[in-house]
């Protein structure tokens, strides 16, 4: 296999999670049709009230007369038609049966409130009938108009999203026919899956910043590597809507979204929803801990520093080039293990190496590796110096473990999506097997599975599991 040229030169400076985050381009067009939807509502709600009213029977009651009532029936009716996402875009707000649904549900809660809060103050059963009629009537008739006035302005051209098409030649026709359909798109333009080359995704993502694009929609077959380029135009404040082919995998997070007459089904993978601010917390907890363990377990590095010195000659230390955050190289700490000449003795041993593809090199009976190295290295204490490493920014306290120039020299070009974050101290592969994962392709599947799912609180579970499974000297060697 060709060794892989480790010193690509890349345009990030940061972790993958911790991108500037944009404004998503046409924010303000949705928050103006939300907005627009809810004060015809209130509208449409405040005349059903008078109707029920007027038309109801009525009773000397002062709470058809209270303005804190009609802001209370405001307030629920419109929160609960808000939880019921019927001020989405599409088909939600057309979804009739979803608002007589919320109709009803918010009389419900009318009818409770109006009999605790104040028993001797009631409004006529007929006004509360009236009001749910009207209510589902009028809110019918609302939508009905605002989406009727909504379309008659989009065939003139007006209120259309511009977005743009990345699909392979033989399927840009069909595609283009497809969102044409929907009829709030303006295609700006249309090209194929070489724009999102390693090389040219930069100058790809800045052209469509430049031209205004608010979403684009991507066949199945021109994107590669899914998840970071979702990652990168969502940050970038642009929409990326995957137009799956028949035979389409669902893929985590993945999240389905209509589009045609046919409504054929359209797909998005999220970024997870802390990025950014969330990443600089992961930060400041990573520094925090790691300055905090430095000082109260200092007795214990030296120690573990005398013991070494005592069992073989050598450093107490080892340094080595590990494959970092994008690729960059940078030298990991670890309390030395193994003797001196570890690293030339390791070709003679290649042959013995217990990893199937040949990627890592893991041999369980390693000769190289001395008495006390045993001990450090079952109780993973040989870890302990890369605390330095996170304090310097080169690592973290959890993420996929950097590895040596070698093993990343015969990485497949799936692999290097988990050099798009910050190594890290333990993760996923770690505390699910150890070393007893035999397979590489199988420990690449845990650390995506991290980077796709990737929360705080998955770093906080993480960081429990490696003591209990420290203590328990599961698959360590």
């Not at 970071?228 to 969502?234: E, I, L, P």
């Not at 999240?255 to 993978?269: F, V």
């Not at 013991?307 to 030298?331: A, M, N, T, W, Y």
């Not at 001196?340 to 290649?350: G, S």
Request: hydrophobic share 45%.
């Amino acid at each position: 296999m060709p060794r892989r040229n480790l010193s690509v030169k890349v345009n990030f400076k940061r972790d993958l999670r911790s991108g500037d985050v944009r404004i998503q381009r046409g924010i303000t067009i949705k928050l103006l049709r939300v907005v627009t939807l809810i004060l015809l509502d209130i509208i449409s709600l405040t005349l059903a009230w008078r109707f029920a009213v007027f038309y109801g029977t009525p009773l000397d009651s002062p709470w058809t007369e209270k303005t804190s009532f009609l802001l209370l029936i405001l307030t629920i009716e419109v929160g609960i038609i808000a939880a019921q996402g019927l001020y989405d875009a599409g088909i939600h707000r057309r979804n009739y049966f979803g608002l007589l649904k919320a109709v009803s549900l918010s009389e419900v809660f009318l009818l409770l409130i109006a009999f605790l809060y104040e028993p001797d103050s009631y409004v006529s059963r007929s006004t509360f009938l009236l009001f749910w009629l009207s209510s589902i009537a009028f809110l019918c008739i609302e939508r009905t108009i605002f989406d009727v006035t909504t379309k008659f302005l989009r065939k003139k051209g007006a209120i259309r999203y511009p977005a743009f098409l990345i699909a392979e030649t033989e399927e840009q026709e069909r595609y283009s026919r497809l969102i044409e359909q929907e009829n709030c798109y303006i295609v700006q333009g249309i090209a194929d899956s070489s724009c999102l080359d390693k090389g040219n995704r930069e100058v790809t993502l800045e052209y469509l910043r430049n031209q205004g694009v608010v979403e684009v929609f991507v066949s199945w077959n021109a994107i590669k590597n899914r998840l970071y380029v979702c990652w990168r135009f969502q940050t970038a404040g642009i929409i990326l809507r995957i137009l799956p082919t028949e035979s389409v995998l669902r893929h985590p997070k993945t999240m389905l979204w209509m589009i045609g007459i046919t409504e054929i089904p359209c797909l998005t993978i999220p970024a997870p929803i802390i990025v950014g601010s969330g990443f600089w917390v992961k930060r400041c907890f990573d520094l925090c801990c790691s300055i905090i363990l430095l000082i109260t377990i200092s007795p214990v590095y030296l120690v573990i520093a005398l013991l070494i010195k005592l069992d073989s000659p050598g450093s107490v230390f080892f340094r080595q080039e590990r494959v970092g955050l994008h690729c960059k190289k940078f030298k990991i700490w670890k309390y030395r293990t193994m003797v001196a000449n570890a690293e030339k003795m390791q070709k003679t041993l290649e042959a013995k190496n217990e990893i199937k593809d040949g990627v890592l090199f893991k041999m369980k009976d390693d000769p190289r590796v001395t008495r006390v190295g045993k001990f450090l290295r079952r109780y993973s204490l040989d870890e302990l110096p890369q605390l330095f490493n996170v304090v310097l920014g080169q690592m973290s306290l959890v993420g996929p473990r950097p590895l040596p120039i070698r093993d990343v020299e015969k990485f497949q070009t799936s692999h290097l999506l988990r050099q798009e974050v910050l190594p890290g101290i333990t993760g996923l592969w770690q505390v699910s097997g150890r070393s007893n994962i035999d397979n590489f392709e199988d420990a690449v599947k845990l650390d995506i599975a991290y980077i796709e799912n990737w929360s705080l609180w998955l770093d906080w579970k993480i960081l429990l599991k490696t003591i209990k499974v420290v203590i328990s000297k599961t698959g360590a060697y």
